[in-house]
């Protein structure tokens, strides 16, 4: 089921951005051939490759789109499936879709498009907490909005309550299933409770 989420997926994005379906998953096989691949103003991108799988960023005007992995079977399958027979219910693709696991991105890849993120990342800022109060409640709540860094770019985390303390500057962290959002015009990944942040290598004190 995952896989044919996944080319339930591809179908989405070729019918929002009027991208002829066929034609589209035909480029992904090119991308895994020859690395990089075009259709129409989408470009795809196979950007690793191991003997079974690969994970493909596809972009249109240097906007990344998603990022995906998909298994070499998926691939060729791909190029095979008889699209008229694939059942197609726009609102019960799309619930499948938002259940669709984050992979591991670099900070530059994300923007508005993606919504669900692992990232591994360091902390480079991280202001002293302050107190806010939730609009679905008086119980005041301690936030940090703190700053991550990669080799690609920078993003704001906030912090809230227990996860202030979790981290330092200098750590390098992992986040799973992060969520991105904009908030006052800026992009932001925050851990919920779908989400786990870890420190996997900690700032010498």
Same mark, same amino acid.
């Given at each position: 089921?995952?896989?044919?989420?996944?080319?339930?997926?591809?179908?989405?994005?070729?019918?929002?951005?009027?991208?002829?379906?066929?034609?589209?998953?035909?480029?992904?096989?090119? $991308?895994?051939?020859?690395?990089?691949?075009?259709?129409?103003?989408?470009?795809?991108?196979?950007?690793?490759?191991?003997?079974?799988?690969?994970?493909?960023?596809?972009?249109?005007?240097?906007?990344?789109?998603?990022?995906?992995?998909?298994?070499?079977?998926?691939?060729?399958?791909?190029?095979?499936?008889?699209?008229?027979?694939?059942?197609?219910?726009?609102?019960?693709?799309?619930?499948?879709?938002?259940?669709?696991?984050?992979?591991?991105?670099?900070?530059?890849?994300?923007?508005?498009?993606?919504?669900?993120?692992?990232?591994?990342?360091?902390?480079?800022?991280?202001?002293?907490?302050?107190?806010?109060?939730?609009?679905?409640?008086?119980?005041?709540?301690?936030?940090?909005?703190?700053?991550?860094?990669?080799?690609?770019?920078?993003?704001?985390?906030?912090?809230?309550?227990?996860?202030?303390?979790?981290?330092?500057?200098?750590?390098?962290?992992?986040?799973?299933?992060?969520?991105?959002?904009?908030?006052?015009?800026?992009?932001?990944?925050?851990?919920?409770? $779908?989400?786990?942040?870890?420190?996997?290598? $900690?700032?010498?004190?």
């Amino acid at each position: 089921m995952p896989e044919m989420t996944r080319l339930w997926y591809l179908i989405w994005i070729s019918k929002k951005y009027n991208i002829e379906t066929r034609k589209f998953f035909e480029s992904f096989l090119d $991308a895994w051939t020859h690395e990089k691949s075009s259709c129409k103003d989408m470009g795809i991108e196979c950007r690793q490759k191991t003997e079974d799988d690969g994970v493909f960023l596809v972009t249109q005007n240097q906007k990344v789109v998603t990022q995906l992995r998909l298994t070499k079977a998926t691939l060729k399958h791909m190029t095979e499936i008889d699209l008229e027979k694939i059942p197609w219910k726009e609102s019960d693709v799309v619930s499948k879709i938002n259940k669709l696991k984050p992979i591991d991105v670099k900070i530059k890849d994300v923007n508005s498009e993606v919504k669900w993120v692992n990232l591994k990342a360091k902390v480079v800022e991280k202001p002293i907490a302050r107190t806010v109060y939730s609009r679905f409640g008086n119980n005041p709540l301690g936030l940090s909005t703190s700053t991550i860094s990669d080799d690609t770019g920078s993003i704001k985390m906030p912090l809230w309550n227990n996860q202030i303390n979790m981290v330092s500057i200098g750590d390098t962290i992992q986040i799973e299933n992060g969520r991105i959002r904009i908030f006052r015009g800026e992009l932001q990944v925050s851990v919920g409770k $779908a989400g786990k942040l870890k420190v996997i290598k $900690a700032q010498p004190k």
